[in-house]
């Protein structure tokens, strides 16, 4: 743990980060008004867009998976089916609506821009028969922003910038975030991002800071009714991303840096306890010609909260990566694969989680997709292998489990 702590740390010191981390995933842009409209105009002028992605797909799987079978597998359950093990199903849950608004011509020189999401991934309408057939919508992104020049200021709920990159994927969320070396999560709070290089400059380079909300297990274990995260010190990060957008050879590296503070309420003692999250990542996107690369590491100790340490809360070190490679055999068929594992410290696992508990896990995910303008149509088999602590009756074993999915589905961007 030590020694890739040093080495990450090495490694992100000679290389800072990328200048266009995944601030949000492109959609058509707002047609801006041109300079005519503008220059005859004295109020101002208002655009907005209605974008958003629908998502269908269907599963095979032989085993169980959690946080569930779907668009939203991560790792290999503990109980396993011992018979009947094949399941086929559908999701829909990969669909999100997106409203945008942008307001030009504004006094001083400043643009404004609004933008919210919901998507389906929240729940289900009930329970019984009818329940998988009627997905909940969620709020996944609101914000409102202001930029001027080299500088945006954000207000709102939006990605952190630890979220730089998502591995591409047709049927699955966030695939290997909270399972498979990602973090970073949506939080409330003000980001600000601001472009350090010209921009005529090939070589670009932007600094990104955010101040948001703490998080923790929520409001179980204050007296009144707080969350733990609320309470401490609110989260913070910082990034440098740089970035050179060469026609031959295009690249991308990042470096995040997360702190927040917990206080942790003790029962038996009625005394609170600060715990420090903190975490290091970085990644980095490399395209050359037809073949791609893209993947993040991090270590970090006691961020549950930002899909560390396999989404487990305590005191708890912890490092993973991911990696996925694509090759376009064609400018519209191309096949990628996917590998990511997350590692916390078993020990400190074990002292923190009461009840069956997760030690590592790894999955690998090869992907053929088909891409038709605005849809993509793709085969994904996506593979969990997990170590687990279980307790049963008391006692403690240690046990290996997988799963496996194999999935088609299609998906129309607008």
């Known amino acids: 743990m030590k020694t890739f702590y040093i080495l990450l740390t090495v490694v992100s010191l000679l290389i800072s980060l990328n200048s266009y981390a995944q601030i949000d995933i492109n959609f058509p842009m707002i047609k801006q008004p041109d300079s005519t409209e503008i220059a005859n105009s004295n109020k101002p002028i208002v655009r ?3 974008n958003g992605v629908v998502t269908a797909s269907g599963f095979y799987t032989n085993g169980a998976f959690g946080l569930g079978n779907g668009a939203i597998t991560m790792w290999a359950n503990a109980m396993q089916p011992q018979n009947k093990r094949n399941q086929f199903g559908g999701d829909l849950r990969k669909t999100w609506i997106i409203l945008k608004a942008a307001a030009y011509n504004l006094p001083d020189n400043w643009t404004a821009a609004a933008r919210v999401e919901v998507d389906f991934l929240g729940g289900f309408a009930g329970q019984g028969g009818f329940a998988d057939e009627n997905p909940v919508p969620r ?40 399972s498979a070396g990602g973090i970073g999560f949506k939080n409330p709070g003000i980001f600000v991002y601001q472009h350090l290089s010209k921009k005529t400059s090939v070589t670009k380079l ?31 990060e910082v990034g440098l991303f740089l970035e050179n957008r060469s026609k031959i050879f295009k690249w991308e590296v990042s470096t995040v840096a997360h702190y927040d503070q917990k206080q942790i309420y003790n029962q038996t003692t009625k005394a609170y306890k600060a715990l420090s999250g903190k975490a290091l990542q970085i990644g980095t996107k490399l395209y050359y010609d037809n073949i791609s690369f893209q993947g993040s590491a991090y270590t970090g100790r006691a961020i549950g909260q930002i899909w560390g340490n396999l989404l487990q809360f305590g005191d708890i070190r912890g490092n993973g990566a991911w990696g996925q490679v694509g090759y376009m055999f064609t400018k519209r068929l191309g096949t990628w694969f996917m590998y990511g594992y997350d590692n916390p410290n078993d020990d400190d696992v074990i002292r923190s989680v009461t009840g069956n508990s997760r030690l590592h896990n790894q999955i ?22 997990t170590k687990w602590k279980v307790i049963n009756n008391g ?14 589905g299609t998906s129309f961007m607008f």
């Open 395 to 408: 006692v403690s074993t240690f046990k290996k489990t997988h799963a496996d999915q194999i999935s088609l």
């Open 206 to 236: 932007r600094l990104d800071a955010a101040v948001f909300r703490g998080s923790w297990t929520g409001a179980n274990e204050d007296p009144y009714g707080r969350d733990a995260g609320e309470i401490g010190i609110p989260q913070m």
């Open 364 to 385: 690998m995910v090869p992907m053929v997709k088909y891409d038709l303008g605005p849809v993509s149509i793709a085969i994904e088999y996506f593979r969990a292998e």
């Open 48 to 50: 907005s867009s209605l």
């Open 139 to 178: 709020m996944r992104i609101g914000y409102v922003e202001l930029f001027k020049n080299q500088t945006r200021i954000r207000l709102g709920q939006a990605w952190t910038p630890m979220v730089a990159t998502f591995p591409i994927s047709v049927t699955h969320f966030a695939m290997g975030y909270g």
